[in-house]
């Protein structure tokens, strides 16, 4: 559990974004930065849902500061849209929490041709968050958190296809593979930015009871149904599921890990893995290879600039 004294700061003078905010984690996570005076921008591509979330949020937390804007990880131009308007409105950034994410969709392409879980669950957000740099380096210790899975262990990133062209599509293996880059890159990234005063780290959640698993399962079928089994297997609420985000992004001793993993319990294959940790060894071994991590980098500039 994030430590009380964390959640008790005063972030009156501190700025997040946050994607993916209209349930679960997302709407846990600025719920609390919200309670802790913090001005929180919302990022979702449901805009209507967005505008209700917010504004619930700032009513029950009686914070004023909490803004939507939107934001479709699944276009690279709404990207570039969503930081051109954060630029015009706000002039610092002391955190930025890429949260959002879609899990074992029936195989789709984006508007840029990306097969749809690698571009919203890593290419939207590499996107965003190169491209919000300037800001995260002029404010001192900012905070970059990827939100991994558990489901990263049995992940492979194949640079010659990435996504899904020459394979068969496979959506367990896309999304194992989405969640793999992002703990890639943010490993890559914290060594880039070592002298710039940013932190960068990834994490797995656990498995917490949100819609995400709305393309595997009917979220009737978790939320009442098999509730009381999976809760015995080791599902969790979410406010349980955001601690880890929170430590993250909260804690001081995060200053010292920056490219590290944090782990809340998972159901990991590897048995060592399962209790967790913060920080912890991820069990994919293709984590440490520090070639595949700058090859993904440059393969994600690519990708993003001849778009």
Request: proline letters at 3%.
């Amino acid at each position: 559990m994030c430590p009380k004294e964390n959640l008790d700061k005063n972030l009156s003078n501190k700025t997040y974004i946050v994607t993916g905010t209209t349930s679960g984690i997302g709407l846990e996570l600025i719920t609390q930065l919200a309670r802790q005076s913090a001005t929180v921008i919302c990022a979702s591509r449901n805009l209507e849902k967005l505008k209700i979330t917010t504004q619930e949020v700032s009513n029950q937390t009686s914070n004023n500061k909490i803004y939507y804007m939107h934001l479709d990880l699944a276009s690279l131009e709404s990207v570039r849209i969503f930081v051109k308007n954060y630029f015009k409105k706000f002039s610092k950034l002391d955190g930025l929490v890429n949260n959002a994410a879609v899990m074992f969709p029936s195989e789709e392409r984006t508007v840029d041709g990306n097969e749809l879980q690698f571009s919203t669950n890593f290419l939207g957000h590499f996107l965003l968050t190169e491209l919000l740099l300037p800001l995260l380096k002029k404010t001192h210790n900012s905070r970059i958190v990827h939100t991994s899975s558990v489901m990263h262990e049995k992940g492979h990133i194949d640079l010659q296809d990435l996504n899904f062209e020459k394979r068969k599509y496979n959506r367990f293996e896309a999304y194992y593979q989405s969640k793999l880059a992002q703990i890639l890159y943010s490993r890559h990234q914290a060594k880039l930015l070592k002298d710039d005063n940013v932190i960068v780290v990834s994490l797995h959640p656990g498995w917490v009871q949100t819609p995400l698993i709305k393309n595997t399962l009917p979220v009737f079928f978790q939320d009442v149904l098999l509730y009381p089994f999976l809760k015995m297997s080791g599902m969790v609420k979410t406010w349980l599921g955001v601690q880890t985000t929170l430590f993250c992004l909260l804690d001081e001793s995060i200053k010292n890990n920056s490219g590290k993993f944090y782990s809340q319990t998972g159901i990991y294959k590897d048995k060592e893995s399962r209790k967790g940790g913060w920080p912890m060894k991820c069990p994919n071994n293709e984590v440490y290879n520090e070639k595949l991590c700058e090859d993904l980098y440059n393969q994600a500039k690519l990708l993003v600039s001849s778009m």
